[in-house]
């Protein structure tokens, strides 16, 4: 087996997204080729709720698939299609935005005013970017749970991995999905196929991950992050991108870490991108906004607004 090296370190930044929610940005809107089939991740963590109250209000979609991963509190939503629910504590909702979608999410805090999660970005292939839009829901008891002899627990939310299937399927570019915690002091070594892009995101906890000649320490947000020979663990809200490889290893801080790991097989194709529509050209990018303006955008389902 091979570890997996550490490509690049990156610490989520503030940005405002929706009609003015406060988020941390871990990547996206920028060079994403090292996380193909990924394109952005933020982490919507928030405690205030005058920072997430205002949500994201209808709004269209093209070409992508949206992850949407709920620790705490919920988010409620609709679309063009008629689906109408609420995201809980645990659950999921893997969104196929394919040929086109109108929708809106809006956040709702818990007794103590916590909206905690996630959305994760996917491209779909060409093949795929005007397939019919749909939606796979998953609650948080149907989300396959696994321990391991060491105390490790995995959440698979999507692929496979020590026997154990997520419930998400039929996705295109067969991405797995875990939420990882390993216990204090642990060092623990996951597998990822070689072939893939990979990256994790620690939201709790502190630890390292380790290169293949040794540790290589992740800098917290106080230093450069060019800098790799600090003696410092990984903290919340760092994102860590892999190189090539067959396994992700990491050391436990004294408080245990717990991350999503995301790998994905790498689609390779073309780009164009602006706001929420992803395309491969120019032309088709430009042909969605225009279809969008002139009524005609959705081809499955009606205009909610």
Known sequence: MSIRPIKRLIKAQPTLEGAGVHLQRAFGFGKTDDFDPFLLLDDFRNDKPEDYLAGFPWHP????????????????????????????????QWMTAGSGIIHQEMPKGDAQGRMHGFQLWANLPSALKMTPPRYQDVESKDIAEVTD???????????????????????????????????????????VETSRHAFA????????????????????EGYGWADTSLSEEVENRSLVLFDRGDEVTVQAGERGIRFLLVSGRPLREPVAWHGPIVMNTREELQRAFAEYQDGTFLKHGKNPK
């Open 61 to 92: 979609h093209r070409g992508i698939e949206t992850i949407t991963y709920v620790l705490a509190g919920t988010v409620d939503h609709g679309d063009s299609l008629g689906n109408r629910g609420s995201v809980g504590p645990g659950d999921v």
């Open 149 to 191: 002899d060491d105390g490790t627990v995995l959440r698979v939310i999507c692929g496979e991995i020590w026997g154990v299937k997520g419930p998400v399927d039929g996705i295109a570019a067969d991405p797995h999905y875990l939420d990882v915690w390993v216990p204090p002091g642990l060092k623990k070594s996951i597998p």
């Open 201 to 220: 995101y620690v939201f709790e906890g502190t630890g390292r991950f380790c290169n293949a000649s040794g540790p290589l320490d992740v800098p917290t």
